[in-house]
């Protein structure tokens, strides 16, 4: 594994204790010798390509800064191991397309950390769309708010949004048409690092979502509503208990009779809420176990590369209409 930082700890401890961790590499040397007092049985090394020349290593683990996914992830399977790489994959959609086509010569696993895909109320909630209790889909929003992370190399949707957007991209089932964004720099003016960021997609069914990010805000929130026509679901990460409820609430259409014509009525209704059973399992030690079984049988990740590769692509093409003050960008 590389790249031991504040997010990579909790690969590593997960690895560690599914019994996969073999090697810990990260450029800083403090990190190193406090990672030396814990796992006492693990080749720790500054130097990546030690990790690349063991042939006793059959995958890595990436959890370097954003700009480094490409080349380290391009390494690493050139250097023939399976790969599971910190979202997003790359920068640029020609980078994510270049590390798919070397997995799928070299015939490696790549993986996307699309944590998401793997926490149980989203498992539920696409469960629940397949049963049809939702009826026909409308609409999605997010918001993925907070005060801080504050980063300097990249700004809040590179940040924050490949959760939301491959989140979206599992429910729906298909990509959206188009895609429109607008932000602003208000910490980093002169930098030009958006804070906040409003992203807006249609589909060409009809179908729409729009996600909210920043890391300027008073309240912290990770929330997903999904409005059907039969019913709505709503996803709030926050919560300790009961992340996922189903609201029975719409708008029915009764038809009634008169003298003189047949009227069409609409009819709120409110019903119950219903909170789903969830398993209580770390969402993080779902995807490692999913990216060790996926080497082992031999099976296509949920977020393979062709997955990380779509959202790039949005990310691709919603930085340009955010560049073009918000016009819309077909995709």
């Known amino acids: 594994m590389c790249g031991i930082g504040n997010w990579g700890k909790n690969h590593a401890r997960h690895f560690h204790d599914l019994g996969a961790l073999k090697g810990l590499c990260d450029s800083n040397r403090e990190t190193l010798k406090s990672l030396a007092e814990v796992y006492h049985e693990v080749r720790i090394t500054p130097d990546f390509s030690e990790i690349l020349a063991d042939s006793s290593i059959d995958a890595v683990v990436l959890a370097v800064p954003t700009f480094d996914h490409h080349a ?13 790489v910190e ?7 020609s980078e994510a397309e270049e590390l798919c086509v070397i997995a799928r010569r070299k015939k490696l696993k790549l993986m996307v950390g699309h944590l ?3 926490h149980p109320a989203i498992l539920k909630m696409k469960e629940i769309i397949r049963s049809r209790e939702l009826g026909e889909i ?13 980063r ?22 298909s990509r959206p048409a188009n895609v429109s964004a607008t932000g602003h720099s208000y910490i980093q003016r002169t930098r030009g690092i958006e804070d906040v960021i409003f ?53 029915d259409h009764a038809k009634s009779r008169t003298l003189s014509a047949l009227i069409q009525a609409m009819v709120l209704r409110v019903g119950n809420v219903h909170a789903p059973f969830l398993e209580n399992i770390e969402p993080l030690k779902l995807e490692c176990m999913h990216f060790i079984d996926c080497i082992e049988k031999d099976r296509k990740p949920r977020s393979d590369g062709e997955n990380g590769l779509e959202v790039v692509r949005i990310l691709e093409a919603a930085t340009a209409s955010l560049r073009k003050g918000g016009k819309s960008v077909t995709l």
């Open 116 to 118: 998401l895909l793997y």
């Open 199 to 251: 992203m807006n997609f249609r589909f060409r069914d009809g179908r729409s979502a729009h996600i909210h990010l920043s890391w300027l805000d008073p309240h912290k929130i990770r929330r997903i509503t999904l409005v059907g026509s039969k019913k709505m679901v709503v996803f709030d990460d926050m919560e300790q208990s009961d992340k996922l409820k189903v609201y029975d609430k719409g708008v």
């Open 72 to 84: 380290f992830a391009k390494s690493a399977l050139l250097s023939g191991k399976h790969v599971f």
């Open 138 to 150: 409308y609409y999605l929003y997010t918001q993925r708010l907070n005060l801080g992370q504050v």
């Open 87 to 93: 979202k997003p994959m790359a920068i640029r959609a």
């Open 152 to 173: 300097r190399d990249e700004n809040a949707m590179w940040s924050l949004a490949p959760h939301d957007i491959s989140v979206l991209l599992e429910l729906f089932g």
